[in-house]
């Protein structure tokens, strides 16, 4: 699986878009992008993903680079309930899931009141 | 909206006690996973199953045993609880193998053997 490389921790102010990056160099045609986040004492909670076409839904949009390279998750209006650590994990779809989920360090996004 | 739910929140048991943990999903997920969460460790996958009665191991399915009766419940069986099982234990389901890493997550129980 290819490695992510994400900032330790940003901040943000309540109201504002919310930019997380991602680097995933060394990804493979075949890999797609996922985003999780777990906000504390709470399980892993499931945001976005996407192979190379942006992707948005209720929660948030995910824009990827032309080469893949690359990938920020956007939450367009950031609340104090976003407070949490954001993963960016890549995967080959399709394989039942036998590898398991896990995840790097990822982003600490604080949103300041 | 996806629902798991695990029976408990906090959990403390003795050591050598058999321990069960239950998960259940109401949105028909063919998948169903069991992890541990470790400061440090990070999620660690210990058993799954793709239909009811069917499992696979996952990377440290040691001092664990599944049940999957209905399709809907997942359970989690330490056959005798000992102090290095002390985790936060995390179920997941995910619509189908196509989809299997879109996986929804239930709140967690911590468990404390002592």
């Known amino acids: 699986d290819a490695k992510t490389t994400q900032p330790t921790s940003m901040d943000c102010a309540e109201g504002r878009a919310a930019n997380l990056p991602c680097n995933h160099s060394?990804?493979?045609?075949?890999?797609?992008v996922y985003w999780y986040r777990q906000i504390h004492s709470q399980g892993p909670q499931y945001i976005i993903h996407?192979?190379?076409n942006n992707e948005t839904n209720e929660m948030a949009s995910l824009i990827i680079t032309e080469d893949r390279k690359s990938s920020t998750l956007i939450l367009p209006h950031a609340t104090l309930r976003d407070t949490a650590v954001y993963y960016c994990i890549v995967r080959v779809a399709g394989g039942g899931g036998a590898d398991g989920l896990t995840f790097g360090k990822g982003t600490h996004l604080i949103i300041q009141p | 909206d996806v629902k798991v739910t695990q029976s408990s929140r906090y959990l403390v048991k003795r050591t050598g006690e058999k321990v069960f943990l239950e998960c259940v999903q109401d949105?028909?997920?063919?998948?169903m996973f069991w992890y541990r969460q470790d400061p440090g460790l990070g999620l660690r996958l210990i058993y799954f199953s793709y239909d009811v009665k069917m499992k696979e191991k996952g990377d440290i399915p040691e001092g664990y045993s599944v049940s999957r009766e209905k399709k809907e419940r997942f359970s989690l069986i330490l056959e005798s609880a000992s102090t290095n099982q002390t985790s936060m234990y995390l179920c997941?389901?995910?619509?189908?193998?196509?989809?299997?890493?879109?996986?929804?997550f239930g709140p967690g129980t911590r468990l404390t053997v002592t």
């Open positions: 060394t990804i493979s045609g075949n890999e797609y």
């Open positions: 996407g192979l190379k």
């Open positions: 997941a389901s995910s619509l189908s193998p196509s989809r299997d890493y879109e996986q929804y």
């Open positions: 949105m028909d997920h063919e998948n």
